[in-house]
């Protein structure tokens, strides 16, 4: 598990983001959800190699909770929404080829989500982190 996949489970959690609906509702003062997703995507929309492997494992988490029939439905809600924000970010155009190919795989992707989010999905997950010291050491 990456530090990237960390940090999008903690921010991606089911509970975590049914919290902060209900905080927000309480006091409008708090961040939303949705405030939540609009920054995330703000961030991993960056272009770069870096960016675009975290923005894939974002879709990836978005379309896992999206999906998770135990969240609340107003979070899946959310998740299915950040999902058609993000292809809409990926639809404007680059002028990297890398950033391109990944544009168009990753919309694809999430188009064919949409289109039937119930049926079982085989999303790659990234590598696991192996044991030991890191090279170099």
Known sequence: ?????????????PSRAARMEEFHAENAA????????????????QPGAISRAT?????????DLANNRDADPQVRAEATEALRGLATRLAVP?????EIAH??????????????????RTQPRPPAVPPGPPIGD
């Open 1 to 13: 598990m990456t530090s990237v996949d960390v940090t999008l489970g903690a921010l991606l959690d």
């Open 55 to 63: 923005c894939r494992l974002t879709a990836t988490r978005l379309m």
């Open 94 to 98: 680059a002028a990297d080829v890398a």
């Open 30 to 45: 708090n961040p939303d959800f949705n405030e939540l997703l609009g920054r995330l995507l703000d961030v991993v929309t």
């Open 103 to 120: 544009r168009h795989a990753l919309r694809d992707d999430i188009q064919r989500f949409l289109e039937r989010p119930d049926q079982p």
